[in-house]
């Protein structure tokens, strides 16, 4: 089982942005096809250290040889490692579940021919900077599972200084799948729904412009 050892949440897939304001929370991240690639990738901030550990019984062909004396990795090693370093929440079994997002949206064929190794999934920000990619087709099925894994809705805002009032009102907005399209279509460069368009469209009025 992966280590318990309690972490800070890093909210990797949305803190290559600083989220300021609840207006910003769907705007700052990118939901124009081309604002991820404009993301400073360096921006993402480093997460507390966190020991995992191979998992029990599950077994995989993944086969990619990271150099180490364990021998080649396997579908655990990858699930760790993007757990790691996409985490989210202060949880393991919630962060595990993200790791099980990623590995299943990426494909474990993809992740063998790419030559990635778990070591390689450290620091990372968007899925291209490893050769990775998720299919736009897949990412309502990925959008799913994330939005499955926790309420990624009130660890985003909890992130942000939003008032209590702009915080009332983005939860009336923003649901979990909105929150997880938001959090992979940032890392992966996807093109956004329309729903996530209209939802960061609504936020605009969670935070009334300033009288001079």
């Keep these: ?67 180490s004396a364990a021998g080649p990795a396997t579908r655990d090693d990858y699930v760790a490692a993007f757990a790691t370093n996409y985490a989210v929440f202060n949880d393991d079994a919630q962060d595990e579940c993200i790791g099980e997002m990623f590995v299943t949206a990426i494909g474990e064929d993809q992740l063998t021919a790419s030559g990635v190794a778990p070591a390689d999934i450290d620091q990372v920000g968007l899925l291209s900077e490893l050769g990775l990619s998720i ?32 915080t009332a009102c983005a939860t009336e907005i923003v649901t979990n799948e909105i929150a997880a399209e938001l959090l992979l279509v940032q890392v992966t460069e996807l093109e956004p729904s329309a729903e996530l368009l209209a939802a960061r469209e609504a936020l605009n009025g969670c935070t009334p412009p300033t009288t001079g």
């Design 135 to 166: 299919d736009q087709e897949n990412l309502p099925a990925a959008i799913e599972e994330l939005a499955a894994c926790g309420d990624i809705v009130t660890v985003m805002l909890a992130s942000s200084t939003a008032t209590a009032e702009q």
């Design 1 to 67: 089982m992966r280590s318990t050892t309690s972490r800070r949440p890093s909210l990797r897939a949305c803190a290559l942005v600083s989220v300021v304001t609840v207006a910003a929370l769907l705007s700052a991240c990118g939901s124009d096809s081309d604002s991820a690639s404009d993301t400073d990738s360096t921006a993402v901030a480093t997460s507390d250290a966190t020991d995992t550990t191979e998992a029990g019984d599950t077994t995989s062909d993944t086969t990619v040889d990271d150099g």
